[in-house]
C-alpha cells in the first residue's frame, strides 16, 4: 500500500518547487554567460569603431584648420589683387625681355652703360638671376679707373626686365 503523509506531499512540493527555481536560475545564468561572451566579443570593434572615430575627428579639424587658413589665404590674395589693380602692377601692364650675357668682355664704358639701361627706372625693373662682374688681369682693380688704356671687363648678366607697356604712371 501506498500511502502518502501529509509531511512527504509537502516535501515533494517543495523539491519540485526549488528545482524549478533552480532551473529558471540556471538559464538566468546560461542567459547572462552568452549575454556576456557576445559583449566580450563585441568590445575589440567597439573599441576600433571608437578609435576610427577618433581619427576621423582629428582628421576633420585637420581639415577645418586647414580650409580657415586658405579662407584667410583667399582673402588676404584678393585684396593684393585689388591693390594690384589700383596701382596698376598687374601683369597684362608690363612687358619683359630676357637678357643672357656669359663671359662678355666690354670696355668699362660701356658696362657703365649697359648698367644705366638695365637700372631700375619709373617704366622698368631688372630681375637679376645672375650678376658677375670681373677684370680680366690680376693688376687692375675693379672699383678704381687705370690710367692707361684698361684691358676689358668680363661681364656675365642673366635675368629679366620687365617694362611698362600701358600708358598709366606707377
Known sequence: MNATTPQSKSG????SGGLLLLGCALALLLAGVVGFERARSALPRAEHALAQAEADLNDARIRENLAQKNRILLISANELQA?????GVLPQNWGERQINLRQQHLKREEINQLLITTARGKGQLLQAEEFELSVTKSDEGLFQAPETPAYPV???LRGTVYFRI???PL
Do not use: D, V
Open 154 to 156: 668680363l661681364l656675365s
Open 83 to 87: 591693390r594690384a589693380q589700383g596701382l
Open 166 to 168: 600701358s600708358e598709366r
Open 12 to 15: 515533494r512540493a517543495s523539491s
